[in-house]
């Protein structure tokens, strides 16, 4: 019922083209496309009584801003301190959207943000190509089982040197490394159909997935993300990306599991 009413707030304008015309239309190779899923949020950040954790409020709604792991990440983190300091805490954030979906899909998902950078007021780059709200999603266009909403799934882009870090880490790190981000999206009359895997249909008879570009503007009243216009064409073929398979999913939750089991065995019980 959300979907149909969101369909009715976000019309496509233009008319919608034959998936023939689509591939026909589009020139821009895969290898110049990456998955990618950042975007512009003002806000008011708050930080906690010992300058470790932030929320930032939109619309009346409050959601946790993290830092990316980085050591770049961190400086940008202590550099929003700063700013919020001494200007003051409404700020306008360059942020990555960071989605938890939980098993059973009349579960809601939760939404976070990780803090890439923050408009300095020179309005350069990110902060001059996007208005508020907005953010630019790359990644393959599908439904997932515990989400109600179709889903942006942004994976891991692949390079060399990510690859040999891949191949260096053990099985957990590997699998968290490789995790994708699965973003709602309502987006009517899409030009391409979401996909739906159908377990009783062979692998190869399956129909294929797209992956789709497009501009989307964050609802907060949703908590998802609503179409707004096309970047680039949907493609049949995605640019190279990480995904660890079911194996390796199954592989390191059983460690996961053993790994607790020993340390309970190894903590000494209250009699």
Same mark, same amino acid.
């Given at each position: 019922?959300?979907?149909?009413?969101?369909?009715?707030?976000? *019309?496509?304008?233009? *008319?919608?083209? #034959?998936?023939?015309?689509?591939?026909?239309? $589009?020139?821009?190779?895969?290898?110049?496309?990456?998955?990618?899923?950042?975007?512009?949020?003002?806000?008011?950040?708050?930080?906690?009584?010992?300058?470790?954790?932030?929320?930032? #409020?939109? $619309?009346?709604?409050?959601?946790?801003?993290?830092?990316?792991?980085?050591?770049?990440?961190?400086?940008?983190?202590?550099?929003?301190?700063?700013?919020?300091?001494?200007?003051?805490?409404?700020?306008?954030?360059?942020?990555?959207?960071?989605? #938890?979906?939980? *098993?059973?899909?009349?579960?809601?998902?939760?939404?976070?943000?990780?803090? /890439?950078?923050?408009?300095?007021?020179?309005?350069?780059?990110?902060? =001059?190509?996007?208005?508020?709200?907005?953010?630019?999603?790359?990644?393959?266009?599908?439904?997932?089982?515990?989400?109600?909403?179709?889903?942006?799934? /942004?994976?891991?882009?692949?390079?060399?040197?990510?690859?040999?870090?891949?191949?260096?880490?053990?099985?957990?790190?590997?699998? =968290?490394?490789?995790?994708?981000?699965?973003?709602?999206?309502?987006?009517?009359?899409?030009?391409?159909?979401?996909?739906?895997?159908?377990?009783?249909?062979?692998?190869?008879?399956?129909?294929?997935?797209?992956?789709?570009? /497009?501009?989307?503007?964050?609802?907060?009243?949703?908590?998802?993300?609503?179409?707004?216009?096309?970047?680039?064409?949907?493609?049949?073929? *995605?640019?190279?990306?990480?995904?660890?398979?079911?194996?390796?999913?199954?592989?390191?939750?059983?460690?996961?599991?053993?790994?607790?089991?020993?340390?309970?065995?190894?903590?000494?019980?209250?009699?």
């Amino acid at each position: 019922m959300l979907e149909n009413q969101e369909k009715q707030a976000l *019309p496509i304008k233009k *008319p919608k083209p #034959t998936i023939e015309s689509i591939e026909k239309d $589009s020139n821009t190779s895969s290898s110049e496309l990456f998955f990618k899923a950042v975007g512009i949020i003002p806000a008011i950040v708050d930080f906690d009584e010992e300058q470790k954790y932030a929320t930032i #409020t939109v $619309s009346g709604n409050k959601y946790p801003l993290f830092y990316i792991p980085t050591n770049k990440g961190l400086k940008a983190f202590d550099a929003l301190k700063k700013c919020v300091a001494n200007q003051g805490n409404r700020q306008r954030l360059i942020v990555y959207p960071k989605i #938890t979906h939980f *098993p059973g899909r009349d579960k809601a998902h939760q939404i976070g943000f990780q803090l /890439v950078a923050f408009d300095a007021g020179n309005n350069e780059g990110m902060c =001059r190509e996007l208005k508020d709200f907005e953010f630019k999603l790359s990644g393959i266009w599908q439904f997932i089982p515990v989400c109600q909403v179709p889903c942006i799934s /942004v994976f891991k882009n692949f390079t060399e040197d990510r690859l040999e870090y891949v191949k260096k880490s053990d099985i957990t790190k590997r699998v =968290r490394y490789m995790k994708a981000s699965h973003i709602p999206l309502f987006w009517r009359d899409s030009l391409v159909p979401p996909f739906r895997f159908n377990p009783k249909i062979p692998k190869e008879e399956q129909k294929r997935p797209y992956f789709v570009s /497009v501009i989307a503007k964050f609802l907060p009243q949703k908590n998802a993300f609503g179409f707004e216009s096309l970047a680039q064409m949907p493609l049949e073929e *995605p640019p190279k990306f990480f995904k660890a398979s079911k194996k390796m999913k199954a592989d390191a939750l059983k460690l996961r599991k053993e790994e607790v089991a020993s340390q309970k065995e190894s903590t000494p019980q209250n009699v």
